[in-house]
């Protein structure tokens, strides 16, 4: 069965920075398209990064050049780093497989992060 828990949120001033984790049991991420995704109050969830099993990645428009997405293959693990954050950055964030996304299953708790202005 698949589990994947994040981690890494928590509350921060604006311009300032954070690590997500998310760490993966019952699937190998790395032949796994990952992504981070993100629903703050009252909006639907959206996709913020992406990771290839090749490694290939990609950002949704409002976080390119402040987010970075990477993946250590030997921890079974994907990260996001989170610089430059902003107060719109707030939100819980959730990790997901590509399939898990499509097939609305896997997801996590999530991790609460809080940019404050």
């Known amino acids: 069965q698949v589990q994947l828990v994040e981690s890494g949120g928590g509350l921060v001033q604006a311009g300032g920075s954070l690590r997500l984790s998310c760490a993966a049991s019952?699937?190998?991420?790395?032949?796994?398209?990952m992504g981070w995704y993100r629903q703050a109050p009252g909006k639907q969830r959206e996709l913020v990064a992406s990771?290839?099993?090749?490694?290939?990645?990609d950002y949704v428009g409002s976080v390119k050049g402040r987010f970075t997405i990477s993946r250590d293959n030997a921890k079974n693990t994907v990260y996001l780093q989170m610089n430059s954050l902003k107060p719109e950055d707030t939100a819980v964030y959730y990790c997901?497989?590509?399939?898990?996304?499509?097939?609305?299953?896997?997801w996590g708790q999530g991790t609460q992060v809080t940019v404050s202005s």
């Open positions: 997901n497989t590509d399939r898990g996304y499509h097939l609305n299953r896997y």
């Open positions: 990771i290839t099993s090749t490694g290939g990645v």
């Open positions: 019952g699937t190998i991420l790395s032949i796994n398209t």
